[in-house]
C-alpha cells in the first residue's frame, strides 16, 4: 500500500496576509502501473525561476511526470518497494512512457532500470535503504543521507524487505 503524505501549503489571502490553502493528504500520486509499488507523490511545482508565489492554484493539479518543466523543479516523496516486488517484472519503456520520459531509460546499460533526466535532484532518505547505482558502482544510502544526482544515468535498488521513502526536489537543468 502506498504511503499517504500530508501536504500543507501556505499563501495568502484577498488582504496579502499568509494563510494555509492546502492541509491534506496529497491527491497527485501515481503509483506505477508496470512498477507495482513504487509510487511518486507529487508536492509541489514550479515552472519559473525565480519562482511566482502570487498564485493560490495547486501547482500539482496536473498528470505526474518525471521532469519538471524547463527552468522549473518539482518536489516529491518516492517510495520504493524492495526489489523483489517488482524489480524484474517491469516493462521498462511502459514505465518511463507513463511518466511522459520515454526517452530517459537507458537501454545500453546492463541494470533495465537505469536512467538519465535533465535535473539536478537533491534526495533525502526519510526511511529504509536504498542503492543509488551509477556506471561505475553504487553506494549504499541510509536514513538521512543525502545524494545529489547531477544528470547522471543512475538506477535504484531496495535489497533489504522493507520500502524505502525518498524526499526529492528534483531541478530542470541543461543536458550533460
Given at each position: 500500500?502506498?504511503?499517504?503524505?500530508?501536504?500543507?501549503?501556505?499563501?495568502?489571502?484577498?488582504?496579502?496576509?499568509?494563510?494555509?490553502?492546502?492541509?491534506?493528504?496529497?491527491?497527485?500520486?501515481?503509483?506505477?502501473?508496470?512498477?507495482?509499488?513504487?509510487?511518486?507523490?507529487?508536492?509541489?511545482?514550479?515552472?519559473?525561476?525565480?519562482?511566482?508565489?502570487?498564485?493560490?492554484?495547486?501547482?500539482?493539479?496536473?498528470?505526474?511526470?518525471?521532469?519538471?518543466?524547463?527552468?522549473?523543479?518539482?518536489?516529491?516523496?518516492?517510495?520504493?518497494?524492495?526489489?523483489?516486488?517488482?524489480?524484474?517484472?517491469?516493462?521498462v519503456e511502459k514505465a518511463f512512457g507513463s511518466i511522459g520520459a520515454p526517452t530517459a531509460?537507458?537501454?545500453?546499460?546492463?541494470?533495465?532500470?537505469?536512467?538519465?533526466?535533465?535535473?539536478?535532484?537533491?534526495?533525502?532518505?526519510?526511511?529504509?535503504?536504498?542503492?543509488?547505482?551509477?556506471?561505475?558502482?553504487?553506494?549504499?544510502?541510509?536514513?538521512?543521507d543525502v545524494f545529489v544526482q547531477r544528470g547522471t544515468v543512475h538506477s535504484w535498488s531496495?535489497?533489504?524487505?522493507?520500502?524505502?521513502?525518498?524526499?526529492?526536489?528534483?531541478?530542470?537543468?541543461?543536458?550533460?
Open positions: 500500500m502506498v504511503l499517504k503524505i500530508r501536504r500543507v501549503v501556505s499563501g495568502h489571502d484577498a488582504q496579502g496576509r499568509s494563510t494555509v490553502l492546502f492541509d491534506g493528504y496529497a491527491t497527485n500520486v501515481k503509483e506505477m502501473e508496470s512498477m507495482p509499488g513504487l509510487a511518486l507523490t507529487d508536492l509541489w511545482e514550479t515552472d519559473t525561476s525565480p519562482v511566482d508565489n502570487s498564485s493560490n492554484d495547486d501547482a500539482v493539479a496536473r498528470p505526474v511526470r518525471l521532469e519538471p518543466p524547463p527552468n522549473g523543479s518539482i518536489f516529491r516523496m518516492v517510495e520504493f518497494p524492495p526489489d523483489g516486488a517488482w524489480r524484474d517484472k517491469t516493462d531509460h537507458q537501454s545500453a546499460s546492463g541494470d533495465p532500470l537505469m536512467h538519465r533526466t535533465d535535473t539536478i535532484d537533491y534526495l533525502v532518505v526519510v526511511k529504509g535503504e536504498i542503492y543509488a547505482i551509477l556506471d561505475t558502482g553504487e553506494v549504499l544510502l541510509r536514513p538521512g531496495v535489497r533489504g524487505n522493507e520500502p524505502c521513502l525518498l524526499a526529492a526536489i528534483l531541478i530542470n537543468a541543461h543536458p550533460v
